[in-house]
C-alpha cells in the first residue's frame, strides 16, 4: 500500500464535502514560506466505545494563522488507527501509535517512526515496532530526547522505546506491567446521573510522560486509579520505581491524563469516572506527588454522563483546559498563584465527543478532535481571561483523536 492516498483521489473525497483542495503546485508554491503545519490522526479501523473507524491515517494540513481554518495538503494511508502521535523537540520526526492488538502473534500494537520536511511537512515512513503491549492509547517522547515511552491500554504496561541516530525506533528496552485490586467501574464522586462506566478489569494504562526535568517518569492508570512513578536509566533504557512507586486516586475515578505546569511543580490529573482535575503538588527532586485541591470539570448545573478526556495547560501557563466527551463541552479554570484552581466556564463544544485538544503554536487558539462529530473544531484564546471564543472553523476528518504542530522553516 502506497504511503499517501493518491491526490486525485483526496481531491474527490474533499471536493465531495465541499473542502478546498491544495494541489501538488500550490503546496511547492507555498512551501518556501513559513508556514504552520497541521497533523492529524484518528480510527481507521474502529471507534471506542464500539463506533465506526472513518479516519484514512495521518491527515496533514495547513492552518491560516489569522482564522485558524485548516486547507488540506495531503493524507498518508499506510498506518493503522494512528489514535496519538508526537513530535521530537527539533520537529525531525514524528512518532505515532497505532491502537491495535495485532501487530504481532504476541497481540501487540505498534509504533511508526517518521521524518519529517521541515519545509514542506512531508513524511517519510522510517519503521514500525512493536509497543510493548496491546491497544496502545499514548506516547511521548522522554525529556532527554533518547527514548519514547508508550502507554498500552488493554496491555496494561509501559513500554520504553530508544530512538536511534536517524531518529527510527528500537524495539522495547522495557515493558513494565502494572498489577493491583480490582476498583469499582464508577467512582463515588461522580456527577448526578453519570451512567457511563470506565473499565477496571484490569490494568489499563493510559498516559505515560517524563516530568519537565526528565527526572521521572509518570503513568496513569485508569484500571487500577493510580498514577505510577519511575525513574528512567537513560543507559539500559529500563524503568526503576520512585521510592514511592505509585499515588492511589479516587477509586473508580479512572486517572486518564495529566499536564505539568512549566517548573514541574504542579500536576494536574484528570480522572476520567468522576470528570474531576487534581491539582496536586510534585516534588522534582523526590517524584513526590502530594494532592492539594479536587475541582468538578463540570458546573455545579450538570445533570448525566460524561466522561473527562483531555486536559491541557494553556502556553502562559495562567489557564487550564479540560474536555467532557459525553458532556460535549469544554471548561477552563484559572490557575491561582498557589497552583489551585478556579472554574472560570463550560461552555458547548459545537460537536460531539470530543478528545484531545491542542494549541496552535502561536497559542492563539485551541483546536478539539470531536471522534463522533468527524470534525476538528477551533477556539480563539483569550490570553488574559482564559475565555474561548467559537470559530465557526469545522474542519472534516473522519474519526479525529490526535494533533501535531509544527512550524515550517
Known sequence: MSSTISRRAFAATLAASGVPVLSRRAVAQVASKPRTICYIGGYTQHGPPGGAGNGQGISVFEMNPDTSSLSPLMTYVDIASPSFMTMSADFKHLYALSEISDFNANGEGCVTAFSVNRSSGELTKLNVVRSGGAVPAHLSVHASGKYVLVANYMGGT?????????????????????????????????????FAISDHSSAHVHMVASDPSGRYVLACDAGLDRVYVWTLDLHTGRLVPAKTPFISMTPGSAPRHFSFN????????????DSKVVAASFNPQTGEIVPQQTVSTVTPHFRGSTLAAGILLSPNGKYLYVSNRLGDSLASFHVNDDGTLNLVEEIW??????????????????FCANQRSDSVTSFKVNAQTGVLDFTWNFTPVGSPTTFAFMNTI
Open 349 to 366: 463544544m459545537h460537536a460531539d465527543y470530543g478528545r484531545a485538544m491542542m494549541f496552535d503554536p502561536s497559542g492563539n487558539f485551541l
Open 262 to 273: 512549566e517548573k514541574g511543580t504542579m500536576i494536574y490529573i484528570l480522572g476520567e469516572q
Open 158 to 194: 509501559v513500554g520504553v522505546l530508544p530512538i536511534h541516530a536517524d531518529g527510527g525506533l528500537g524495539d522495547p528496552t522495557d515493558v513494565v506491567h502494572n498489577t493491583g485490586p480490582r476498583m469499582p467501574d464508577r467512582a463515588a464522586d461522580n456527577p448526578p446521573g453519570n
